[in-house]
């Protein structure tokens, strides 16, 4: 199975490159560094510990750990690997001059074994639910542990799992440790092989988020001069179907507060035209964040067409609708909002984050909607009563308070693997 496998990534990986190519057309990142696609490119120092974080979403997610591992081994190179442009993008900012940021390689055979050849780390960490045969295995060739951390598993993904146990085991029983997000996924990944020994509980990373003074306090400085006064929602990292929701909501908000402003944020870059020429086909009064003159003074909407500043306009609002969730891809991270002290709403699809949701929803420190229109009448509600979003802000960040401490399991779980690499 697993020559089959490896055929397969080779014969797929030019139209993988057209993908990134065309990708390219809109955002320009994905034309860079094209070499490490294939596992060439930029080398760091070895004897290094290696993090992956797929995208946006998962390199935030990181950050914490990311930071803890430099405090903890700081003679030790620390390598970012990614796989989109924007989460590079985030990876660079977040990290610049810290840590070597690149793209992880195709699953192929001779892609995976340069690239462990050019960074040889001691042990890697994948963030969330990136299995690998050929990565795994060629780490397990060479003895360098993996940990799967913030790992969760659907029960539909075990069935398709358990059908590629024969592809996997080798790597699942030599290598992989899984430092799981609940008890339920643990359960999950040992039925798809991970041994007992090597699976462990530890919680969520989105808990230990850890926000910078400063970005709140710009959020601040955006909300005093753009929108003195003014009541404002963001509608965090929408998908395609779900930005006509938001707006038929942000319609029934304006019939009670008429000034009120929705700060619109795309989850994907390639989106931010599409979204533009629908703001303008409806006659909204609307701006574009890239364009800085007076961006939201006296607009209805501002379509935030950057990368990195969700979490400032979390700060700098007053209501955060967190998208993903009108539209059945389910839903993104509720935490960054309650992190900033923000009262939170979303839709009905929250499987990517099914615990921290049922966590926020049974404490009170979440509400969720079903459609556009509901989503406007809760914005209406919410707006008309400062109590009830004292109320969500004060439950939420129980909740998030509550369940911190991830990163320090984490580091305990890495440090005798690192340990044992350095001993020998």
Not at 16 to 23: A, E, K, S
Not at 234 to 254: K, M, P
Request: charge should be neutral.
């Amino acid at each position: 199975m697993s020559a089959l496998y490896s055929l397969f990534t080779y014969a797929t990986a030019p139209w993988v490159f057209v993908y990134f190519l065309w990708r390219s057309l809109r955002e320009p990142g994905y034309r860079q560094a094209l070499a490490e696609r294939i596992g060439f490119g930029v080398a760091t120092p070895t004897g290094g510990v290696w993090v992956h974080a797929v995208s946006v979403g998962e390199v935030r997610a990181a950050l914490p750990l990311l930071e803890g591992l430099l405090a903890r081994y700081p003679d030790r190179p620390l390598l970012l690997s990614t796989v989109t442009a924007g989460g590079r993008l985030v990876a660079e900012k977040a990290l610049a001059g810290r840590a070597t940021i690149c793209y992880l390689p195709l699953d192929m055979p001779g892609a995976v074994n340069r690239f462990l050849d050019r960074h040889q780390p001691v042990a890697g960490v994948i963030i969330e639910t990136e299995i690998w045969p050929n990565l795994f295995r060629a780490c397990a060739r060479r003895g360098i542990p993996v940990i799967i951390a913030n790992a969760r598993l659907s029960p539909r993904s075990v069935r398709g799992y358990c059908r590629l146990r024969p592809l996997l085991r080798r790597a699942l029983d030599e290598v992989v440790t899984v430092a799981a997000q609940s008890a339920p996924d643990a359960d999950r990944f040992m039925a798809i092989g991970v041994p007992p020994s090597r699976t462990h509980v530890v919680g969520n990373l989105k808990f230990d988020i850890d926000i910078d003074a400063g970005l709140v306090r710009a959020g601040g400085e955006w909300r005093a001069e753009q929108a003195p006064g003014r009541p404002v929602w963001v509608a965090g990292s929408t998908h395609q179907g779900e930005e006509q929701h938001v707006l038929d909501a942000h319609r029934i908000l304006l019939r009670t507060h008429p000034d009120a402003l929705l700060v619109l944020v795309p989850r994907h870059p390639a989106r931010f035209d599409e979204v533009a020429e629908m703001l303008a086909a409806q006659g909204w009064r609307w701006a574009r964040r890239s364009v800085r003159d007076a961006e939201a003074v006296g607009r209805e909407v501002l379509l935030v067409d950057t990368l990195g500043e969700l979490l400032m306009f979390y700060a700098g609002a007053d209501l955060a609708f967190v998208g993903g969730s009108l539209v059945p891809i389910g839903g993104h991270n509720l935490l960054e909002p309650v992190a900033v002290g923000r009262p939170t709403l979303t839709g009905p699809y929250n499987s990517n984050s099914a615990g921290v949701h049922a966590d926020l929803l049974r404490a009170g420190g979440l509400v969720s909607v079903q459609d556009g229109r509901a989503l406007g009448d809760m914005l209406v509600q919410l707006f008309g009563d400062s109590a009830e979003r004292d109320q969500l802000t004060t439950a939420g960040t129980r909740v998030l308070d509550g369940n911190r401490g991830t990163v320090d399991r984490l580091l305990a779980l890495l440090q005798p693997l690192v340990a044992t690499q350095n001993a020998s």
